[in-house]
Structure formats: C-alpha cells, structure tokens
C-alpha cells in the first residue's frame, strides 16, 4: 500500500508522529497519477510543481511551527473544475471556459487553503455540471477506475475516480441532481451532498443556484466529516448560506445507533431496478437493523414528478447562469462573425456540447413568456410538495436510506444517445436537491462484475450529523469502503 | 387603476410642432403615465462593495461581482433598501413586508451576466401616490409601483474614443449602480402635469436625499406611455411609449409631439399603432424604433441567488420617523414661520435646495419678503438662463444676497446700482461690498452734491422746466433721469425726488 491509498485522518496521524511529510505525501499521489492517469484520465489540469512547491512550503513552516498541525494540512486534495480557483485554469470541462483564469478563490478554497491544504489539480466533470457520467466534457471521458470500459458517474466522476485510485487523498465535488452522491456510488467513495445552504456557493460556477452544493468526496465517513468540518459554514458572500452555527462533524462519529429508526421510501424501490442493487441495500439495511435500528417501508407519494420537476428547474437556472458566457469579457469566442448577434450564436454554438445547449434551450422555453405558468411555476409547486414529503417523513423517521443509483456503472457511450435514460439515472438523487436536504453515499457492496453500489443515507435539513453517524456505524461494521480497484 | 377620479383636461385647438393648424373635429385629452428611473447616491454598488463615484476611470469602479464574472454572487446592499423605503414611504406607498428580486434576461454586451438583477412580482412597494399642482388645482398621481434594481455598463461606440467602428468599448463602471424604478398611474392628461409630476418627484427625491436627480448626467431616466382620447371618454386608447427624454423640458416637449402626432392620426381616421419610439431632441419629433429592437422576452424568473427581501415592520417605522420634513410640510411652515404669500412659499420649496438657500439668507438677513422676492425673480432667472443651473452651485451664495440686501437697506447702493452689482456678482462670484468699492457705486447721499446736479439740469433745461410748470407731469422723470444719468445711477433716489420736487416749485 502507497501512502496515496491511505486516508486523510490516518495520514494526518502519521505526519502528527513526524513519520511522514507532506511532500512525501505529495510525490505518492503524482507518482500514482503517472501510473494511472493516462487511462482513466480524471483529471483536467494536474498542478504537478505548484503542489510540490505547497507541500515544500508547507513541511517547512510545519517544522518552524509557524503553521498548526490541522487535520487536513498537507493532504494532496483535487477540486472539481467547476470551482474557481485564483490563478488557476477554471473551465467547467467546456471549450467556452478553455482559458478562464479567476482572479479570486471560491470560499470552499479560501477555507481550505486556511488549513493548508495540497491543491493537486482540478477535476473532470460534465460540462457544467450537467450529466451523470463525465463522458460530455471537452477534455474527454474520465474512466471508471473499477472497470475502464465504464463510466464513473457524472457529473463529479473525476472527483470521484481520482480519490478510489489514489489519484488525490480527498476531493470536492458539487452536486446539483446527485453528481456527488451517484459517482461516489459508482466508484466506491463515500460522498456527501450538505443540505442547501449549509455549504457556501461563492466561486462555484453556477448551473442550477437554487440546487447547487459543494460536498465533500472521500475514502471513508471520517473523511467526509473532516473535509466537510472545512468548508461548511455561513458566508456573508453567499445570501443563500444559512447563517447556523456549525458543529464540529467528526465528534458526530460514535458507532452507536440504537433506537435509530429508518424510512425506507417504497416509492425508490422501482420495477427496472438492478437486482443486484437491490439486494445490497437491503443487507445494508438488516445490517443496520442488527446494529439497534429499526426500520420501516414510508411513501414520497410526489417521487414521480421530481426528475420532470427538475428537469423545468434546472435548465430554467442553467438558461440565465450560463447566459453570461458570450463571448465577450472572457473565455472563448467564435474566430469569424459578422456582427454582434452572429458573434454571440457561433461562439455559443462552438463553446457549449450538444447536452448543455440541449438544456439551455430547455430552459429558455420553459421560461418564455406563455409557458412560464405552465412549466416554471408548476415544477416550483411540484418542488414544495416533494419538500412537505421529506418533512413528513422526518417528522417520523431519523434518516431515509434508498439507494443512490438504479444501476451500477454503466458502459461508456450506453446512454449518451439517449438523454431521457441519462436523466432517469438521477431518479433517486434529485429530489434531495429539490427538497435541500442533506443525504451521502456509501460503498455498500459491489456486484458480481466487481462495481461497486453505493447505499443512500438521507437526512432532514441540517442533519449531516446524523447521517454521517449512520455511515460511520455502518463502515465500522463493514469492510466495502477498503476494497480497491485493480489498477 | 385610478385613484384619484377627476381630471383636468386640456384642449388642444391646435398641434404644436411640426404640424400646422387645423381645426380639429373634437376635443381631446392624454392619458399619460411615467416610468422613472433615479440612481440612488449610496456610496457602493446594490450587490457589491465598489464605489458609486461618478467620473472615475473606465473600469476602475469594477470587481468580478459588478462584471458578473463566473461562480460570483450578489449581496444585497442594506442602504438601497432604505432608500428604496424611505421614498416609497414619502410617496404614500404601502411596503412589501416579503419581496423578491428578479433575473431580467437579454444579451446585452454591457449586461455582463446576461440578466439584470430587478424586481417583477412582489415589488419592495406599491400603491401610492404624489400630489401636483397644475394652474392652482391639486391632483393625486397614483404611484403604482416602487423596485430596485441595478443598472447596466455603458457601450462607447464613437469612433473617436474606440478608434475604429469595428470596436466598441464597454465601461463597466455605471454597472451594479443602484436604481429605483417609479411607476405612475395613468393618471396624467396633459404633457404638462407630466412635467408637473417628474418636478414634484424630483423634489421628493432631493428632499429625502436618496439621488441627485440628474437628468443630464443620468441620474434621472423617464420613460412615458402615452394614448390620446375624446374628451369626456372613459375608454382608454392606443398608448406609445416613448423613450430618450433627457431633460424636463424634453418630457413635455416629447409628450407634446407625441399627443400631436396622435390626435392627427385619429383626426384623420387612421388607428395608432402601439409601439416604443425614441425623442429625437435635435429633429423636435418621436420615431418608432426597429420592432427588432423591442421584441425582448425578458423571461424573468425569481433570482435564485439572493433570498427573499423580508422587511421589518420597525425599520420601515424607524425610517419613517427619521424622514425629512417634505415639500408640502415646509410649504406650511414657510407661510406661517415667514409670512410669505403660498404662491411665494410653493415656488421655494419646491426644491429642497432653493428653500434651503431661501432660508440660509432670511438667516442673514432677516426680510422674509425681500428675500423671497430676490430668490424667486433674479435667482430663479438667472439660474434658468443658464439651462436649469443648481443652485447649489450659483456663485451667489446666501450671503452674497444677503450682503448686498443689507447695502440696499443702508442706502449704501440704490436699487438700481443692485442690479449692476448682481450681475457682478454673478460673474464674478465677488463680494457685494468688493464690488461697490471697486467700481465706486456707493450711492451718493450728500444733500449738497445732489444739489448741485439737481441745479445744474434744471438750469440746463429751461424749456422742460416750463413744460413741467405747465402741468405735464411725465417731465419730472425726465429730470430724474437726467440727474441719474450725470451721477452713473449713483445718486440716492428719494433725495433726487425730494430735491427736484423743492427745486421745480419754486
């Protein structure tokens, strides 16, 4: 075992004994990358000397004691490429962001510089966000590191891919529909989607504002809380941050759940569903049930509407947030036009793939003036009733388990001909998103092909304490989370 | 909706320009509302921290936040929001405890995220209303609606500054400036209670301190719906909206025109056509624009990023409390505090700043009706010759006016010298008592040296003596003026009359 396949609390115990550096840390992951990078290419831009230069700096000032010891310093973290960082490359996996460089730090990043982290490089991603496999990127396909014919999950699959392949120890990624939890599901990590508000948006590029968050993507649960202990917490540069104290999540990991009780959402228990799936979360369940929770069916009666709800929703957002990129401040611009108009549609035709232009004009239409009352307005009501669904669950149940994904990883190219089965791979994601609270994903068996399955875990509003307790009792008690892929 | 029924009509027996005289087959009236616009004067942007500073570099006043750059988002400045109730509350409106802001969307190059962020369903205020005067008669303008909103760059397509017309400039500094946009009923009839009413505005505005008011510079926007219909008819007609006005006079020359333009259409049995048309202040007339132009959907949607505005009920009274005594109020007290006549009080307080530089100089100079006198004729004109000058900025100051009030009451100066020294002080922004002694216009008050010119004219001029012995009477200001002549106005008046009415007697 590399330094790169252990986690960030084992690693951080280890340069707490002095046993290891930063920089030593630092070398295993790039080295790891150069082994595997070139097959499953999770990365867009790799800071190779950047980060050996952080993680110099970093041993040096450690040894001086001019900087704490925190529990993510000179941990090699990468950043989803759909997250400002300062001076460097930002470009949301599309042709129209090829060259964008921020001049500031998204406060997830300001947050964890403040801990010194290593910044390895930024992510592969669906073009802004918008996809379920990381197969529509300008910078090509990310592979799923468990089975290369496979995707990762999307839209994080770089995030995801390089953290399960030693490619980084952590990653952020952000979730809109469920682009952390599904490719954490699909690669075995264990991903994390805050509720709406609990995480700062300042500096993530926006696809869907009222659905985005920026989560954490890790080895394990302990991971996860550490991770999410950095970046959760109000922003005054973010109006929709809730102002909320935020409490210490790794104290929240004590394997005992006795008299935990369970929903489990019958309507997430569809006809079409992969058996084997299937079949894993209910041993997720009894496993919990052995450890002193009790567990019984409940019904979202609204679940059905939520990826048509959503798929209003979310393009309407992405319509007006990816408006701004036109060609003329910034990023690409088409090289002949013959005027202004001209000028905006061929560099919004070159910059954009098929999918995201497909959702812009999603969007546009079912805002326009005619149909606003029809689709926009409707899928906001569909949204509040998906949300009373979830607050009457939790008025009875202390967390939903579901699982994350119908399928396990699916091929490469299976679904990109066919948006509609893209889009029902988020069936039971995406109404967490609608309703803002809070669910992760955690390895909970793979299928008999070696794919991993990721278990559901879902809270109330501001209950990440509690799922992470769940997670953590249940890792504790199994071994998935360790499994590695064979590279 | 009307909130307010009666109305004053005008006539129009003839169109104004460019059309000639006819005679036209009925009476008709306007149906008019405003839409305005006024930036308010907080010292930084409605959703980022920059400044407001008017005239700074291109893009100095900019961040990634006012340049909607990637991944940023919008903070809502406090103080545009107690602007925003502090005008609606001196406009009788009723305030939004729950508002919500809005994405407005087109492309634009200077919008640079593609939307403005402005207000649509639940705006910050509405129903509300402003009184005006027009020929001595009060009337209520309901205000429909009061939102804030940000402003847009501005484009520089002159070929000079870009150096050719294949570019264009952006200057993102008048981007995120805080705006608050006033929606009128239609309650106006004539393009002259417009014109009324943006005053009255204006003054509202400036007495609440909350914008500049510039028409010129900006600070100020006016839009207009306009539809003419048969006097006496209740059913509203085709309305145009009219656009480009840039000053007070514009608004009421456009909405002229446009009434016009209108009516003749009607008179000669066409139908008006709804539609944007921009003033055009050189040629005198409106033009529709390109329909391209203004076949916007602007596809507003709630803005995600900011949350809903929820307002305190004890701010908006906190706000209410600290409001400023208004127009109307200090009317009232101006008659009663200084005796002045209303006519004279409504035409001071009509801006904050004339009334404050009435009573800046009744301060020094304690005759209210002089002063006002002062004020509302050689101020005022001096000013209006000068384009619509602020006072503010008039080179004679109160205790200019007030110095050389005190000079005339001294009898140092006459009257008439005042005039001279006014005009001096004007251009030179001097002090009246630099002016006198420099130009040595103190009045000559010397019984004896007026004696001697009195002597003198009368003895120069036996023939207009004899006239005047004879009884025509208009010969005595001949005299007067004969001896004003020979002193350079100089010679006191009162003693002039006295010693030629001795000296002709005798």
Redesign the interface.
Known sequence: MELCDYTIHELHEMMKRREITSRQITESVLSRIDQVESRIRAYITVLREEALEQAGTIDQKLQKGEIPLTPLTGIPIAVKDL??TRGVL?T?AAKI?HN?I???D?TVIARLKQQNIVMVGKTNLDQFGMGSSTENSYYGITRNPWDLSRVPGGSSGGSAAAVIAGEAIGALGTDTGGSIRQPSSFCSTTGLKPTYGRVS??????Y???LDQIGPIAKDVTDCAILLNAIAGYD?????SVNLPTPDYTRALVPDITGLKIGIPEEYFIAGMDGEVEEKIWEAVRVLEKLGASSEKVSLPHTEYAVAAYYIIAP??A??NL????G???GYRADKYTD?IDM?MTTRSQGFTPEVKRRIMLG?YS???GY?DAY?LKAQKVRTLIKRDFEEAFKKYDVLIAPVSPTPAFKIGEKTEDPLQMYLSDIFTIPINLAGVTALSIPCGFTRDGLPIGLQIIGKHFGEETILKVAYAFEQNTEHHKKKPPL | MLLHAHTATHPYPTLPYPHTSILLKMEYEAVIGLEVHTQLKTRSKIFCSCSTEFGAKPNHNTCPICQGMPGVLPILNKQVVEFGIRTALAMNCTIADYSLFARKNYFYPDLPKAYQISQYELPLAQHGWIEIQVDGISKKIGVTRIHMEEDAGKSIHDENITGSKNYSFIDFNRCGMPLLEIVSEPDMRSPEEAREYLLKLKGILEYLEVSDCNMEEGSLRCDANISVRPKGSTKLGTKTEVKNMNSFKNVQRALEYEMARQIQILEEGGRIVQETCLWDVDQGVTRPMRSKEEAHDYRYFPEPDLVPLVIDKEWIEQIRKSLPELADARTARFISQYGIPEYDARVLTASKFIADYYENTVKLYPNPKVVSNWVMGDILRKLKEHEEADIRTCPITPQHLAGMLKLIEEGTISGKIAKVVFEDMYATGKMPEEIVKEKGLIQISDEKEVAAVVDRIIAANPETVAQYKAGKQKAFGFFVGEVMKATQGKANPQLVNKLLKEKLST
């Open positions: 997250i400002c930002t949301c962001l964008f921020p001049p500031y998204a948006r300042y500096g993530l590029i926006a869907a504002s009222s005054p540069k973010d109006s929709t309407a957002e319509s007006s408006a701004r990129y036109d003329v401040k910034y202004l905006y546009t805002l326009s003036s606003y926009y």
